[in-house]
């Protein structure tokens, strides 16, 4: 028995029918040269070898009494396979447009909480012969990092599928479900514990305020800077509340590319994707007529796992980034961006001690619930202040290409999470050498065609921050706009010098010459 941590059960209890609380993968698969067998079935029997490989497959939900604190994972020692591992076909001709918006009709179900929280779905009739495999497991048990990691425990690395040790046969039969008494002693168990860690946390948490202080105070700006202080986001209509209908949308691009592209111009691979987002994002919303005067700000998640850290729980926080959409010039938007973003992730490693810190609340799970539920009815999202406009985020992924089942992956696009007052969601996720993006939105805020027509504005503004002018480039002009500069300056004093002594009357020249003597 494992209790959920606040931050994990904080997804069941928002969750609602319009919000399901999932994330998901889209893989593309090349099936091995000359298969002529029933690639489902195949998977099937591999993920049947591997569900002890991984708690998230082979636990389930017990709710607490009352909901009176959080719910706890239990083993679950009769999974139906069949159920959680299902096929689907394409109808012809079977385009990659088809695929993304099958995954969005998939991903806009929810999971049955009597079962362990996955399904994946086996997807052929792609007209280039290829196959696909979605995956989507809940939130409360997986994030983004441990995603990754439960990757590396489904996936091979080669063709021929690694052996993996058969599960070992349990002494005793586990309870199907759990007496009321043993769950209130878990709860309290764990609360205990919990708050034991807050307390020897104490002195820890306070250097790292002050630290995070020092941090915050070393980032203000000059007068005539702007600002690395965040005031609230001006509202768009992606701040408003959702419906469970999904569009869904990818696009992939060589990672070493957009690396040498972040060095030439003076940033990172995030401020690359940052800055993509901010032009596509103002180009969407101009073109409508709908563009604030207020730059749009990005809710941006961060990891706070240690390093070595697997646990498959979730590790996360959010900072909030400045799109800097205010700014017209690009190389000045450039430079604003990718500033707060460095700013936020210096305040993010002071304060990790303290933001990772679970605090059991009595009666959390029914009080999320009910405020979950009034948000998305009372449409309060689209009348409250925004803390941020859009959802960016960008996880790391495995290096090198991957295999199931003898075939080969080649594309590996994430399926995130909208939510009420953030209905667009644009995930970034690398794997093999490609930057992988996947972006999921309500179907009633961005429609299928404009999630399409948002995946080429950001076509486009990867071009126009491919045409900026190299960082090199630009401290050779200034230094040279300098020296002409300091030259002409010389060249005016010069004059200037002449022009006051032809001017000088000859008594005062001949008063100067005797005083000289």
Partial sequence: MDQLSSMDASFLHLETPETPMHVGSLMIFDLPEGHHGDYYEDVKEMLGKRLHLSALLNRKLAQMPFQLAEPVWIEDDDIELDYHVRTVTLRRPGTMAQLEQLVARLHASLLDRSRPLWEMYVIDGLENGQVAFYTKAHHSGVDGKA????????????????????????????????????????????????????????PTAAKALGTAASVVASQRSQKGERSLSLGLAPKTVFNDSITNQRSYSTMSLPLADIKVLGKRVGGTVNTIVMAMCSIALQRFLAERGLLPKEALIAMVPVSLRAEGDKAMNNQVSAVRVDLATDIDDLPTRFKAIHASSEAAKAVVRELKPVLGVDVPITGSPWLMTGLASLLGRSNLASRMPAAGNVLISNVPGPGQHLYMAGARMVHYFPVSIPYHGSALNITVHSYAGLLEFGLTACRRVLTQDESYEMIEHLRAALRAIEALPPVEAEIVELTTQAAAQSKAASAVAASVTVIQADEVPPAAANDKASRAS
Wanted: net charge positive; glycine share 4%; charged share 25%.
């Fill in 147 to 202: 995603g990754v990691e439960l990757a590396k425990v489904l996936y091979d690395v080669s063709p021929k599928m690694r052996e993996v040790p058969p599960p070992r046969r349990k002494h005793a039969a586990v309870q199907y479900q759990l007496g009321v008494t043993e769950l209130l002693q878990a709860a309290a168990n764990n609360a205990a514990q919990q708050y034991r860690k807050l307390a020897e946390l104490l």
